[in-house]
């Protein structure tokens, strides 16, 4: 997955857009911009890719991506197949944090709205917004009457309601963020690039070192002051988070996961499994169920 830069900057010199995007499946690209992005999915399920958090996506979510936090929605398989009629549905909101200026955010009145896009930085997921915050988000992309200064108030309405939210879920971890953002390292977006595309390889930190031009000890030092955990505890979360995709969909045996997912023997992964999603995989397999 090659991260690319998309433009998701009004077209219309406004201070946010709201766009709905219906097509036989998500696009498929790897991608960050400075715009914050708020998505509704309306109908599709697969895989959501947020910074290093990997897991389902379905209908009725509701997730707000802060700026420049890579991401990627990718629809399960049989949205790719050429004679299918499903069909992905979302709207998705565009704006900066400083969309209403500098200074807006630091009134009183808004702390709650300034601290979910703080915390939005890693990712935040929604996933039982009360309908009438789901109603409001469609008002913006259905509604063509609303005026400017109307459809402002209602985005504010929204991001308000999601503050009040308890149930939000924090995505990306803040070992992604501090080194993405390190934008003195060009190397960094070569290393993650690197384990997204071969996490269910066998792969060594002395493979990854190699990418970032690094010896072995020193990338393992720097990539446990950078994450505070070490290369193979990160990778193995990784790679747990696309095994619980993979029992989540039903269509695999737990020892089929543990190969798919990287891992080299059962009892490994199991241990893993355990370790980071405190069950086992069939306990994992029946709760979702």
Known sequence: MKLHFLNRASTQ????????NTHKHFLKVWHYHPELELVLILKSTGTRFIGDSIDKFQEGEVVLIGKNLPHMWLNDEEYYNEDSEMFADAISIHFKKDFLGDAFLEASEIKQIHD?????????V????????????????????LTLFCKLLKLLEILNNLSNEDDAKSLSSR???????????????????????????????KDVAEVAYMNSSAFSRYFKRIHRKTFTTYLNEIRIGYACKLLIEEKHKVISVCYESGFSNISNFNRQFKKIKKMSPSEFVKKHR
Do not use: H, W
Request: aromatic share 14%.
């Open 13 to 20: 010199y406004q201070s946010f857009s709201v766009t709905r």
């Open 116 to 124: 979910l896009i703080e915390r939005a930085e890693s990712g935040l």
């Open 126 to 145: 929604f996933s039982s917004v009360n309908t009438k915050t789901l109603s409001l988000i469609k008002e913006l992309d259905e509604n063509k009457e």
């Open 175 to 205: 070992g992604f963020l501090s080194s993405f953002n390190e934008r003195e390292n060009q190397n960094l977006k070569k290393i993650y690039e690197y384990i997204f595309n071969n996490f269910n390889k066998p792969i060594s930190s």
